[in-house]
């Protein structure tokens, strides 16, 4: 497992199972950024899997990268580039937020949003564990996790930024 932007053939891959998908029936495409192993998707790539979703008149669901306006600002980016309309799962806090997401909206762009009625979340410790902890794997994240140096890092982090920092994005 890496991160980054996929090889041009990873990403040849990716198209082609998801014009499949389409084909198959699938109204669209889900992300859960937020979590390990998606939290890789840079937007580039999110954007042209998107691209192939909207032509067919579908849908992007996506469990944004995290609580801030960064998080927003990256799914108003795809649904502009992609042309493609959005439900944003569970938006949280900041009423920043829903006014970057009605400043959308009123600029042409189809982006709803859910909220639950209550302040606790269920994502658990993994979510918050910075993207660059979780590269390799389980195994490496131990590893890391034993290493004190590297357990501090995760915790500076994660004290600092929380689950509001996009890292390393393109």
Known sequence: MSSGFPTHGEMSQMKRL??????AGAIGISTGLLFPRSNYAVPQELIELAKIVSKSG???FTH????GIEAVEEVVRIAREADISCQIAHLHGFYENALLIEKAR????DISFDQYPYRAGSAGLKA?????AHVGGKEELIERLKDSEAREKIRDEIETNGILSLQNLG
């Open 18 to 23: 998801v014009q499949d998908s389409i084909e």
């Open 58 to 60: 579908g849908f992007y």
């Open 64 to 67: 944004m990268r995290g609580d």
């Open 106 to 109: 009123a600029n042409g762009l």
């Open 128 to 132: 918050i564990i910075p993207s660059w």
